[in-house]
């Protein structure tokens, strides 16, 4: 029996993957038979245009409006409220509204999150019948969701009987070929959309300072994505910063390329980059890896799962209960940069200043992805999650 499988997923291609790599199994996009989906949409126009939105609703939800001619549904982050057989991804919490997002996890305002009905509904769904099982990225998301589950001990057991961790695929590429171990110049990587959210103008201005003494050269992978202001960032702060950028003769600034022509960048880089502020996951480390690039990046959520002093570098943040990093402890948004540059800065004069430990370290990435993250494995984790979940007896 071929399985059939509904799937919604967001725009980003890790994403999709990871919930789409079975052999044998019919993947059917099921996103334009979600009634939220339309309703969101319709807020974003009218916000747009009129400033306010029709009825507050939440993402990262699911209720189908057609039939779905499916053995089962994959969701990533979201959940369905139907008696239809499903298993979930996720990355952070469930149910990630913006009361379980903001109110409580950002604020600490527990009450808030206790008291919410809608919570309580998500809650009742996910630990009911339907959702056969939870698939979290990580063991950083897996203690995440265990630890807002104290604040609902009647919903705890059942819910957490249904987590199983498992890590995203990576395909392996290699190094290229024409890669030397002692480079006259070494050439660095940043990948990343959100450039100011992953610590992409602390890494420029940390290497400023690190090219007075080692030749390099950045390839900057990035849009300049200001992701909803972070920092408080406006449009003509990153007009100013492409302007700046533009300026330096040792970067190589790509907007928008093709994935292949990413992985070739890396296989041939000797060094990559995210000293991100905020990340769920880190997808492009696994990428940077499976190319023998090894990657220094901060060491929040996830991170210090899949990057390590082994295969990489680690800069150790300071930390709050749910392993991001805490601003306050170095005395907020502005102290804590100037210090993540110094960071960014030794440790980037520690990597190239061992060719030896480099090489090494490269080596060790590789092996690293293909223990970790074999695409095989995974498949074959995920066709036994769905033959518990989706086959009947």
Same mark, same amino acid.
């Given at each position: 029996?071929?399985?059939?499988?509904?799937?919604?997923?967001?725009?980003?291609?890790?994403?999709?993957?990871?919930?789409?790599?079975?052999?044998?199994?019919?993947?059917?996009?099921?996103?334009?038979?979600?009634?939220?989906?339309?309703?969101?949409?319709?807020?974003?126009?009218?916000?747009?245009?009129?400033?306010?939105?029709?009825?507050?609703?939440?993402?990262?939800?699911?209720?189908?409006?057609?039939?779905?001619?499916?053995?089962?549904?994959?969701?990533?982050?979201?959940?369905?409220?139907?008696?239809?057989?499903?298993?979930?991804?996720?990355?952070?919490?469930?149910?990630?509204?913006?009361?379980?997002?903001?109110?409580?996890?950002?604020?600490?305002?527990?009450?808030?999150?206790?008291?919410?009905?809608?919570?309580?509904?998500?809650?009742?769904?996910?630990?009911?019948?339907?959702?056969?099982?939870?698939?979290?990225?990580?063991?950083?998301?897996?203690?995440?969701?265990?630890?807002?589950?104290?604040?609902?001990?009647?919903?705890?057991?059942?819910?957490?009987?249904?987590?199983?961790?498992?890590?995203?695929?990576?395909?392996?590429?290699?190094?290229?070929?024409?890669?030397?171990?002692?480079?006259?110049?070494?050439?660095?990587?940043?990948?990343?959309?959100?450039?100011?959210?992953?610590?992409?103008?602390?890494?420029?201005?940390?290497?400023?300072?690190?090219?007075?003494?080692?030749?390099?050269?950045?390839?900057?992978?990035?849009?300049?994505?200001?992701?909803?202001?972070?920092?408080?960032?406006?449009?003509?702060?990153?007009?100013?910063?492409?302007?700046?950028?533009?300026?330096? #003769?040792?970067?190589?600034? =790509?907007? /928008?390329? %093709?994935?292949? @022509?990413?992985? !070739?960048?890396?296989?041939?880089?000797?060094? +990559?980059?995210?000293?991100?502020?905020?990340?769920?996951?880190?997808?492009?480390?696994?990428?940077?890896?499976?190319?023998?690039?090894?990657?220094?990046?901060?060491?929040?959520?996830?991170?210090?799962?899949?990057?390590? #002093?082994?295969?990489?570098? =680690?800069? /150790?943040? %300071?930390?709050? @209960?749910?392993? !991001?990093?805490?601003?306050?402890?170095?005395? +907020?948004?502005?102290?804590?940069?100037?210090?993540?540059?110094?960071?960014?800065?030794?440790?980037?004069?520690?990597?190239?200043?061992?060719?030896?430990?480099?090489?090494?370290?490269?080596?060790?990435?590789?092996?690293?992805?293909?223990?970790?993250?074999?695409?095989?494995?995974?498949?074959?984790?995920?066709? !036994?999650?769905?033959?518990?979940?989706?086959?009947?007896?």
């Amino acid at each position: 029996m071929k399985l059939r499988i509904g799937y919604i997923s967001d725009n980003y291609p890790e994403r999709r993957n990871i919930i789409s790599r079975v052999q044998g199994v019919a993947y059917i996009n099921i996103a334009h038979s979600n009634f939220y989906a339309y309703i969101n949409k319709l807020n974003f126009v009218l916000k747009r245009m009129v400033g306010r939105i029709l009825f507050r609703t939440e993402y990262y939800r699911y209720r189908r409006i057609l039939p779905a001619r499916v053995d089962g549904m994959h969701f990533f982050n979201s959940f369905s409220f139907s008696s239809f057989p499903n298993v979930i991804t996720f990355e952070t919490l469930l149910p990630y509204y913006w009361v379980v997002k903001n109110d409580f996890k950002d604020l600490g305002q527990i009450d808030a999150v206790i008291s919410n009905t809608s919570v309580k509904r998500a809650l009742d769904s996910i630990s009911g019948e339907s959702c056969k099982k939870l698939i979290a990225l990580s063991e950083n998301t897996k203690n995440m969701q265990l630890k807002f589950l104290e604040l609902f001990p009647d919903h705890r057991a059942s819910i957490a009987n249904k987590i199983t961790v498992l890590h995203p695929p990576q395909q392996l590429f290699g190094v290229h070929p024409s890669k030397k171990q002692d480079p006259d110049c070494f050439e660095l990587v940043f990948v990343g959309r959100a450039f100011y959210r992953k610590g992409g103008l602390e890494l420029i201005r940390a290497l400023e300072m690190v090219r007075k003494s080692i030749n390099i050269k950045l390839y900057l992978i990035s849009s300049l994505d200001p992701e909803a202001g972070w920092f408080n960032l406006e449009e003509k702060r990153i007009g100013e910063d492409l302007e700046w950028i533009s300026k330096m #003769n040792w970067i190589e600034h =790509l907007r /928008n390329i %093709p994935n292949t @022509e990413v992985i !070739e960048l890396l296989r041939r880089c000797h060094l +990559g980059f995210l000293p991100t502020w905020q990340d769920t996951y880190g997808y492009s480390v696994l990428e940077m890896q499976a190319c023998g690039c090894p990657v220094i990046s901060t060491n929040i959520r996830s991170l210090s799962e899949i990057n390590n #002093n082994q295969c990489g570098w =680690l800069i /150790n943040v %300071p930390k709050n @209960e749910w392993s !991001e990093w805490d601003l306050s402890t170095l005395g +907020g948004e502005h102290a804590s940069s100037e210090w993540l540059i110094q960071q960014i800065k030794e440790v980037t004069i520690e990597a190239l200043s061992d060719t030896d430990v480099l090489g090494q370290k490269s080596c060790n990435a590789i092996q690293r992805i293909e223990q970790e993250h074999d695409p095989i494995v995974h498949g074959l984790k995920l066709a !036994e999650i769905y033959q518990h979940s989706f086959l009947k007896d």
